[in-house]
């Protein structure tokens, strides 16, 4: 009965192309984010939605789509991935905007 | 511009010892403050938060965190740390719905 999960756990890919990720929890909660934590692990937030409204969009680039078919799910589709977007992606939920948030287990995604 | 700091990249202590660590953030209102734990190849969990009330926060796993507004701080504390508790920590500030993470602490444990 986990909270947050993702799918994969990990992802080997070549530059160039299309990959998702996937997020599911079961808490009820409202709202859900993306982040990226790099290889210092340095954690930015890339999307947030709330009610299935996009709430933050940070600067990333266009090629990160985020999706959400219902309050419990938040995908993460990338375009022509590139080397630079290897890291681990983080998946999380909370109530509300201000209130704690439960993290997913990550997704290691490789570009090679 | 509105930041978390943690002043301490890398943090190590003996098993049994006592443990803090910093936390400083630049907000023109108090946020709303967490520390979360990670360990190698997790997610984030919450160790505690203060939304308000009294500024000494107790949490999970024998840790906690003092408010002090004067200083814009949030220390981490542990009276005694356990190897267990070897993992990278995070102070997060959350400011009008806006999270912030710091970038991070990693603590090291001495046997």
């Known amino acids: 009965d986990t909270a947050v999960s993702q799918t994969p756990k990990y992802l080997v890919t070549q530059m160039g192309n299309d990959k998702s990720i996937k997020c599911e929890q079961n808490?009820?909660?409202?709202?859900m984010y993306w982040y990226k934590q790099d290889s210092k692990k340095f954690l930015k937030i890339m999307f947030s939605?709330?009610?299935?409204?996009?709430?933050i969009n940070e600067t990333v680039p266009n090629r990160f789509s985020p999706k959400s078919p219902d309050k419990a799910h938040l995908n993460l589709h990338i375009n022509s991935l590139e080397l630079g977007d290897s890291a681990v992606y983080f998946c999380?939920?909370?109530?509300?905007?201000?209130?704690?948030?439960?993290f997913g287990p990550g997704t290691r995604l490789t570009v090679t | 511009a509105q930041s978390v700091t943690q002043p301490d990249i890398h943090i190590t202590v003996s098993e049994g010892a006592s443990l803090e660590l910093r936390c400083n953030y630049s907000?023109?209102?108090?946020?709303?403050l967490f520390w979360y734990v990670q360990s190698p190849g997790q997610g984030l969990q919450l160790l505690l938060k203060?939304?308000?009330?009294?500024?000494l926060v107790q949490g999970i796993k024998g840790f906690e965190a003092e408010f002090k507004r004067s200083q814009s701080s949030f220390n981490l504390r542990k009276p005694s740390v356990h190897w267990s508790d070897a993992a990278e920590y995070f102070c997060?500030?959350?400011?009008?719905?806006?999270?912030?993470f710091g970038a991070g602490t990693r603590l090291t444990v001495k046997p």
């Open positions: 999380a939920s909370s109530q509300d905007p201000v209130d704690e948030q439960y």
């Open positions: 808490l009820g909660h409202d709202t």
């Open positions: 939605y709330n009610n299935k409204e996009l709430i």
């Open positions: 907000y023109g209102a108090t946020p709303y």
């Open positions: 203060y939304f308000s009330g009294d500024t």
């Open positions: 997060a500030v959350n400011n009008n719905n806006d999270m912030r």
